[in-house]
């Protein structure tokens, strides 16, 4: 991350991913065995002797919800662990909790609007704003001070999400099982389900109401005509196959 002018904004980097955190399970139970004695020896070895420096990047936690892209009342909360890549460019790792057990869900990428204008027409129509998540005050960075969620928040409120989930855990699925499924986000109060939101709210003794009045200052963005486009009826999903000649299963570049 390139330097920030505030002292709050840097201090975020620092923080462990955990902050805010373990207050909510996840939604699924896995079928399969107790790990074996041999299984959790190899994996406390790899533990201690394997790097992991790409995950170790991925240094905040934000929590937001998202809909299925088609279906504004399919709706669950996501846990996003997130590594900024350049002052451009973020991604994110999704689960459906914060505990220990949590189930990766999806990957989300985060990008400025100055690299969203640079995208081809069709491919701003996957793409979702933040600006509502933002100043609704439904997107939140816990166990940060409030003066560098502040910050935060005023970087994001003008970026844009492109959101897959690869398991549906909020339909109780044991395995990920079913199609991926391009995911968008709120762009409207009343949208969010209210229980929903006051679960949320209550795991982390937050009120959502009150970052919201706390954000208002924060400027609303021109939001591009091109995202959010499930609003005016476009709705983009992937759509399974078994042809061949499937444009997502053929093999794109060389191998690395």
Known sequence: MKPVKHAAAAALLTLFISCGGNNTASNVESPGGDKTAKDKLLNTGADVLQNKSPLRQFDAYLDGFHFYNGNINAQMEAHHYVHQVNEDLYQAIIFDGNEAGAKIMGVEYIITEKLFSTLPDEEKKLWHSHHHEVKSGSLIAPGIPEVAEHELMEKLVSTYGKTIHTWHTDQQRTLPIGAPMIMMG????????????????????????????????????HVHPMANAWEKGEVRQFIVTNEADSALHKHQGRPR
Do not use: C, M, V, Y
């Open 186 to 221: 709120f762009t409207k109060d009343g949208q969010l389900h209210p229980d929903l939101l006051a679960a949320r709210d209550k795991r982390f003794n937050i009120s959502t109401a009150k970052k919201k009045e706390q954000r208002k200052d924060i400027p609303t963005p």
